[in-house]
């Protein structure tokens, strides 16, 4: 396991990689962003799986005029960056890229009271501020090879009783991981990409309270072979992939082995 030293030290690598990112990928990276980006990104917004995972995260946000934000690894913005830094007492919009971080700050610029830094997490020189309410962690936390330095962060950084709202991929699912470890060779961004394992969930489950989960693309991962079946209609096709994405919803919350099906992992977790 990296140590929190070696860990910022990729981290200089992952800004250089954002920075820069069209000319940092390979062929393989490229082909495997596509699917990420276009067929999975599809299926999720097709059956409902990023309305119900945004707007459970806004439930999960409660009342934001009395809290202190931090937007983790926040890129330009996220899909709620602009409501948090309108309606947070304190908002930082936090991302290794000044890139990016530039381009967030001019669309922050009505709210007095959010502001966007370049820096990076882990370093208490370039990051000093803790005592937050919320850390929102969209696809954030798998970039750390470490999860026992990041967990240990996160928990220093929260307030007494705050919260982490995170999203991030499975590789528990065993064509998932199969497919991750044929890919991963070839890999551009590898040094930074690792998807949660049972043994990272539950090291996460053994610092916070785990105060609700679910589990994303169980069954409904199998509803784009519904593209090759031709007699079905597209209205048929998303009532059956809405179904399976309800039963993975549901099931994941409490089972286990349900979760673990899943290829991506939404969590509220709250400082203990």
């Not at 996160?154 to 998932?176: M, N, Q, R």
């Not at 069954?219 to 007699?231: D, E, H, L, R, V």
């Amino acid at each position: 396991m990296k140590t929190q030293e070696e860990i910022i030290e990729i981290n200089k690598k992952q800004k250089d990689f954002y920075n820069y990112k069209s000319d940092k990928k390979n062929l393989p990276t490229r082909i495997w962003y596509y699917f990420r980006e276009k067929t999975l990104k599809k299926i999720r917004k097709d059956i409902g799986i990023l309305s119900e995972s945004y707007e459970i995260h806004k439930t999960w946000f409660g009342d934001l005029s009395n809290k202190k934000v931090l937007d983790l690894g926040c890129f330009a913005g996220n899909h709620w960056s602009l409501y948090m830094a309108e309606n947070s007492k304190e908002f930082i919009g936090l991302d290794l890229s000044d890139v990016a971080i530039a381009r967030l700050a001019e669309r922050i610029k009505p709210y007095p009271n959010a502001k966007a830094v370049a820096a990076d997490f882990l370093s208490e020189t370039d990051f000093p501020d803790k005592d937050f309410d919320i850390i929102y962690a969209y696809g954030v936390l798998h970039h750390f090879q470490n999860p026992d330095v990041l967990i240990a962060k996160l928990d220093e950084k929260l307030a007494p009783g705050g919260v982490v709202i995170s999203y991030d991929p499975l590789e528990t699912s065993l064509p998932i991981k199969i497919m991750r470890v044929l890919y991963r060779p070839f890999q551009s961004d590898k040094d930074w990409e690792w998807p949660f394992t049972k043994k990272t969930y539950f090291k996460f489950a053994k610092t916070f309270n785990i105060v609700e989960r679910h589990g994303l693309l169980g069954q409904a991962k199998w509803y784009f072979i519904m593209n090759f079946i031709p007699f079905l209609s597209e209205e048929k096709k998303q009532s059956i992939g809405k179904k399976w994405h309800k039963k993975d919803w549901d099931l994941s919350a409490k089972s286990d082995s349900q979760l673990f099906k899943c290829m991506h992992l939404t969590m509220l977790m709250q400082k203990k």
